[in-house]
């Protein structure tokens, strides 16, 4: 081997060396982070599916790679799909995928911020909490289509792009490094969220695809958004991004299907130890009757008390799934306000405040409470969560009362649709329920003669009037009943002094309001 010979195999075994073992790919970029994802796992938690209109070509949010590099001042970010397409010629070259990346660079518990944005609708861990997130789409919502967000929302597009390369179905973010730092601490965690763009915010996931939205979740308000995501760590997507309702409703089911068998085995093992015992089934059936009828108070309370935990589990879980509804940032900066005031002793307060006047302050004094227990006062979501759990307690302890009366009306009222949402938020009805269903119950009891049960059932009417108008038809109906037996008795004193001392009591509590009389 000549000295010529030598040279260029010296020089091509430090190239090769070189290349193989130094961090720098072709131009003037160093790779810092290189990611793969799976072919076809662009369906969310499993089940979703594209929506129907055709320019919703299969592969558009399945991410194949995630590549980190540093190019002079700049990080970038490359992802590549498997399909990139632009219908609606927009800006940066590409129309569906919505990217949100998000960087927790300290990777300490609670230092950053949990929340996914724009409706992405995924609950990050503490222990991930992260302190930027880039998001980019093709510029549909604005000039750039990119931006950088704080953990504490403050949002930065000076010197960060987007572009795209369709021949290679790639887009890439440019980030100055001076923004989030230097990503080449390994420390650094990497959470790739892609979704539908749909106006700066996740497109939607329904139970069943439409022409615009996709298909395969439960509903529009609990369903995590997110198509197709990636982690700089071991993760599980299917279990991430799975919506919480599928595993309860199995749980619900589970739950009730459980509870019915245990009601039914008690019967069915009495019946088959007597029949082997005593070989007649008539003798039995009367001895279970006789069970029965001697246990009825025990049976329908312990009936009452089971339908009560259940329907406190439907609506536990519907108080944190459900998006924040039209009324309650109203409701909830109501309550807030009554609980600084009674935390500073300012009492004059209450009665001076007049926000959302047009509705009792009951019901929001109610939920103050909860505001100043959970000391959420300077936190919405919170005071938000807090006043939705006294809601809830509210329709379960309604739930119970009419559980003892009628099990069947307790099982449908605990069911119901209707009822799951409006008293799983923070509105003013399940209170307002709750003193009706206590002032009819009570009224009911007290024979329309004056005791104990027509006291109670006049200072529920004023509760249940001073937390919502809407209990009116009920204050008329007991108001008539009154009158007619007053005027059945001719204005006896005693029905007058009656219906006299249960007006006072309801009124009374009424105008105890802050501005009723405004």
Not at 395 to 416: D, E, K, Q, R, Y
Request: charged content about 20%; hydrophobic content about 45%.
């Amino acid at each position: 081997m000549n000295v010529t010979t030598k040279s260029l195999f010296l020089i091509s075994f430090v190239l090769i060396t070189f290349v193989l073992f130094n961090p720098v790919a072709s131009g003037d970029q160093e790779i810092v982070v290189f990611l793969t994802d799976p072919v076809g796992d662009d369906y969310g938690c499993g089940s979703v599916v594209y929506p129907k209109d055709e320019i919703f070509v299969d592969g558009l949010f399945d991410l194949l790679s995630y590549r980190v590099c540093l190019e002079n001042d700049f990080v970038v970010f490359e992802l590549q799909f498997r399909e990139m397409t632009n219908p609606w010629n927009l800006p940066n070259g590409f129309s569906h995928q919505l990217i949100e990346i998000l960087l927790d660079e300290d990777r300490e518990r609670g230092s950053g911020n949990t929340s996914t944005l724009y409706n992405a609708n995924l609950k990050i861990e503490p222990e991930e909490a992260w302190e930027y997130a880039i998001i980019a789409d093709g510029g549909g919502w604005q000039r750039h289509g990119v931006k950088v967000v704080e953990s504490n929302g403050t949002e930065i597009q000076d010197g960060v792009s987007v572009s795209c390369d369709n021949e290679t179905n790639t887009i890439l973010i440019r980030v100055p490094q001076s923004i989030i730092g230097n990503p080449k601490n390994e420390n650094w965690l990497h959470t790739v969220l892609i979704g539908g763009s749909d106006w700066l915010h996740f497109r939607q996931v329904d139970a069943l695809a439409s022409e615009w939205y996709f298909g395969g979740g439960l509903d529009r308000d609990s369903d995590c958004n997110v198509i197709d995501m990636l982690k700089s760590e071991e993760f599980n997507q299917e279990s991430i991004l799975a919506n919480p309702s599928t595993y309860v409703a199995l749980f619900y089911k589970s739950f009730l299907l459980g509870s019915i068998s245990l009601v039914l085995l008690f019967p069915m093992g009495f019946l088959i130890f007597f029949l082997f015992k005593t070989r007649r089934l008539d003798l039995i059936i009367s001895k279970f009757s006789v069970l029965l009828n001697k246990n009825r108070k025990i049976i329908l309370i312990a009936i009452a008390l089971w339908l009560s935990v259940f329907s406190l589990i439907l609506r536990w879980h519907a108080l944190f799934v459900l998006s924040v509804q039209p009324d309650e940032p109203v409701y909830v900066p109501a309550s807030i306000h009554y609980a600084e005031a009674i935390r500073n002793n300012n009492w004059g307060e209450i009665i001076r405040y007049d926000f959302n006047i047009e509705h009792p302050v009951f019901s929001k004094l109610i939920f103050s409470i909860s505001v100043l227990v959970t000391d959420s006062i300077n936190n919405l979501e919170d005071a938000i969560t807090a006043c939705r759990v006294v809601s809830a307690l509210f329709t379960v302890g309604n739930i119970l009362l009419i559980s003892l009366i009628n099990p069947i009306a307790g099982f449908l009222f605990s069911v119901s649709s209707w009822s799951i949402t409006y008293s799983s938020v923070a509105y003013l009805d399940s209170p307002t329920a709750f003193f009706a269903t206590v002032a009819v119950m009570a009224f009911s009891r007290s024979k329309l003669k004056l005791n104990k049960y027509l006291i109670i059932s006049a200072v529920a009417t004023g509760m249940g009037f001073a937390s919502k108008y809407t209990f009116i038809p009920v204050a008329i109906m007991i108001s008539v009943l009154l009158l007619g037996k007053s005027l059945k008795q001719r204005f006896t004193r005693e029905s007058v002094k009656t219906s006299m001392l249960w007006g006072h009591l309801d009124f009374r509590i009424l105008f105890m309001q802050p501005n009723f009389m405004d």
